[in-house]
DNA sequence: GAGTTTGAAACT
DNA sequence: CAGTTTCAAACTC
């Protein structure tokens, strides 16, 4: 394919379509076309505009679900356009024509691109604008990425844990498959979410049987990257990934060596120059850096010759970052759904492991089960989400409001996630990394070489990665005893990434399990018994997912959504309830007077809301009637119903939720990262409610992600600043969102909802609140780092 | 560690 | 939809 199609790839369309070589590619197998449409969607810019839609989850998956319907039929002659395939057009959306029109030269690229080495040159070659995007893809994927720590921190030995999300699906996806494949995977699960369950058995499908080796085939590491970074963007087109995977590798290199120099400064300084001079120059310059940087291209490029056995250890290292960027748009869902689903895939990857260097598949899991492990401890929370990400569900929020002892979260998460044998790496991927964040932080310089190393030497880094945590987690594991679990969550955070149960009856299948809650498997810590929520009975916990979420799919939503500061100020209720978040469904307390940790609005440090049918509520995060204490007001309650209560923990540990909270408005959003990435995620997950909420994370969940921003030192993170801005908003948004989803009447969430009643209230407040759409704004607004790609 | 309390989840 | 039961966490002793 070295051919002239390359100089066409910058053509325009139609050139490619006359020329000969398009009509042949058309002839060619159908997989290509798709491939195609889906990259060309990528290009589109109508695709980004198309990701909000995304964002409003629920009744944005019908509409999607309807599209892609729509597109199907409308493309028949095309059988090997699978309900998935439609799904990406149609989330198109708009661009229909044009993808088909992309279509060929999606295929010519791809042709390129597999050819080898020259990906990077083509993708350069096209013209200005798309090379521009691409790049700025890249960075937008980085500010995601975005916590530093996160980043760096996957780098490091603790790779485990960073790596988790992206690593995680990549790793898996990649591994198991090929990265143009693992491209459209991700396009899947993202639809999964829009789409119904039987796109979801298709893309299992797909996962199961595609091909193992295409990774292989890859003309190096970049590419897989790219596949991971087009996953989570899908918008990117080929020729844009291959661009991507350059300049995102150069701009990945330095952001390692900065961090690894300055961790802190660095990254930020990078992220911004690199988005002040989003120009060509800049990508030449990075391009530039690279082919200087033998040494970055051998680690990232230089994969090619060695390959599979590096590959695992640069996707690791990649992936991070195009995983972050990915966890960012799709945080929300990966947090839990990621993390079954994601099991699943991996595992029917572990089983057909055998085709592709076991080696591989072993470090791949490894890493995925560090993220697991993270994760499990939400939060989901991303990190899913996430644990998680933290997952988001309860865990992950808790985690984000709560993140009190980032440094014992750290442990939990990374004992727990070694102990824990998850399978979820993506959900867990982005709570986990950013709750370990800080642990990674401490970690830093050890991590940083490890990442110089580990791109030299894949398998050493993760050893070493799970050497680190182990210290930690032999404490983990001499705690066995639920009061002892008690104790560790209350110290390192209840909600954190790990969480553990106590199950007897219920065998984890059910919401009383927390961990089954926060959408991330039982564990070794677990005291369960008759425990079916693991991966080995991932068929289990995904039916019974969804027979859950069938009831009410907000489920496995976090329960608690927090509102920017700004946001409450200007929201009505939120001029009621102080509290900076709100619980979605309300409280029900009768006897707590929400004092306790029985109140769900409390556990989770927020205020009561309207909602809440709470009675006698003392909220010390804010009251039902509103007089609830803001801020630092809140505190004092809190502080003084501490001492009343003698709880020791309260006061120790609320307070600084608070205080975190509201000082990082990070932390207080639990907007974090994973949150964002939730609303950017299809809530589609619908169909697969597993990917639905999870944030996360929460953070869903990737609830961890909440935490390890919030938590994340400003050193580290600094880089993150920009993106906080943005995810304070975009908290906002995730609550409008969910609330929005599932509230308004349209969503019909609310309808299938039992809570809807409880939901309803905060809902309609915000939807006809100012603050609400003040949030919106600020959507838009934090969003067009995606848009301005688009815009091009 | 055992027992009680509590409120969400699940069931009817 | 309301009421009841089940469940597991939170809490107390």
Known sequence: MDTPERNQIGTPISKFEDSPVFNYINSLSPIKPVKSIHITQTFNPLNFSSLPSVFTSPHVNSHKESRLKRHNCSDPSKPEFSSENGNKVCTNEGIGVDATQLYDNSAELQDNFDSGVSDGEASVEPSGEHSKFAIELPRTLKYDCGSPVCDPAPC?????GCMPASLVQCGQEVSAKGSSECEVHLSEMRRTDQTKEGLECDWESLISDGPDILIFNSPNDSEAFKGLIQKSVEPLTRFCSSLMSQLPQNEFNDVHKMQIVDPVDSGELETEDLLAKPGEASELEEIDQLQNNPADTVLYKGMSSNASEKLDNEVGMYMPHGSKAITILHRGMRRRCLDFEMVGARRKNLGDGSNSSSSMLSQSDENIACHDKQLVPFKPGGDSSQCILPGIGLHLNALATTSKDYKNVKHEDLSSGRQSYLPSSTASLHSPSNSQEPFLQSLATASSERETDHGENGAAPVEDASQAPAYQVSDDFNQNSPKKKRRRLEHAGESDACKRCNCKKSKCLKLYCECFAAGVYCIEPCSCQDCFNKPIHEDTVLATRKQIESRNPLAFAPKVIRNSDSVTEIGDESSKTPASARHKRGCNCKKSNCLKKYCECYQGGVGCSIGCRCEGCKNAFGRKDGSAPIGTEAELEEETEACENSAVDKVLQKPEIQNNEEQNPAC???????????????LPFSSNVKLSRASFITMGSSSGLYTSQKLGKPSILRSV?????????????????ILRGNCTPSTGVKSSSPNSKRVSPPQSDFGASPSRRSGRKLILQSIPS???????
């Open 721 to 737: 600043p920009k993106f906080e801005k943005h995810f304070q908003t975009v908290p906002e948004d995730e609550m409008p969102e």
């Open 786 to 792: 995606f848009p301005s790609l688009t815009q091009h």
């Open 156 to 160: 490091c030995g603790t790779e485990a």
């Open 668 to 682: 207080a959003l639990p907007m974090t990262p994973l949150r964002i990435s939730r609303p950017m995620v299809p």
